[in-house]
């Protein structure tokens, strides 16, 4: 069954390094989503993306985010100066449609990755 | 601020029984509300699905929407072990944005 893959599972880095976090959204999905989920904390959307660009935006993504479907098969995060209220579990999904009137098109969650700002 | 409110339990419940989840929600203007299972450790992953008042059944799982009463709910009968989980309510008014509850933690006991 096609699934949504997450790299890495963890990844730890310094307060104000660049991270890239990396996803592989189901291969005929056109629509791309971030989520981030702090420690025992609700799940937060962060932003969509669609046919090369965001479609749309929470007010958490600032810029110091930014999100890019560098080939035909990634889908990256990137967070240009890390903080350490930025630790959280990230959640990349993708749907093979997006919102239309009252339809909805199962949105496939991946394994998520694991940030830790030291 | 667009609010989805869950009572955050733990919700316990025999094997076999009945779980009955709750959750609110604030923006009159929701079209769409969700039910995800989410594992400890694990990602959430879809249940149900409904947008229109009523029941919506699925299986051992039921769905119930009230845009009156900004209500959903999700019923689980014949409760097992295997469904102990947190259970996220969320809801999109349309767009592409999903609002999400804090959860409500379910065990079932054996």
């Known amino acids: 069954e096609p699934e949504v893959t997450q790299t890495p599972s963890h990844q730890v880095t310094q307060m104000g390094q660049e991270v890239i976090l990396r996803c592989v959204p189901i291969?005929?999905?056109?629509?791309f989503y971030w989520y981030r989920q702090i420690l025992g904390q609700k799940v937060e959307f962060l932003v969509s993306f669609y046919n090369n660009e965001i479609s749309e935006k929470s007010e958490i993504f600032d810029d110091q985010f930014s999100v890019e479907r560098p080939d035909g098969s990634n889908f990256t995060l990137k967070i240009r100066s890390t903080k350490l209220e930025d630790s959280a579990m990230y959640f990349c999904a993708s749907s093979e449609w997006g919102p239309s009137g009252s339809s909805y098109n199962e949105q496939f969650f991946g394994p998520g990755t694991r940030l830790t700002v030291l | 601020q667009k609010e989805v409110e869950q009572n955050s339990g733990p919700l316990s419940v025999p094997e076999g029984a009945i779980a009955s989840l709750n959750c609110t929600y604030s923006?009159?203007?929701?079209?769409?509300f969700f039910w995800y299972r989410q594992y400890s450790g694990k990602s959430p992953e879809l249940i149900m699905f409904i947008y229109s008042n009523g029941d919506k059944e699925d299986g051992r799982f039921t769905a119930q929407l009230n845009k009156a009463s900004q209500y959903v709910s999700l019923l689980i009968r014949d409760s097992q072990p295997s469904d102990s989980a947190t259970y996220l309510c969320a809801v999109s008014t349309g767009g592409f944005k999903t609002i999400f509850g804090a959860g409500t933690r379910l065990f079932v006991k054996a």
């Open positions: 923006d009159r203007g929701s079209q769409s």
């Open positions: 291969s005929n999905h056109l629509y």
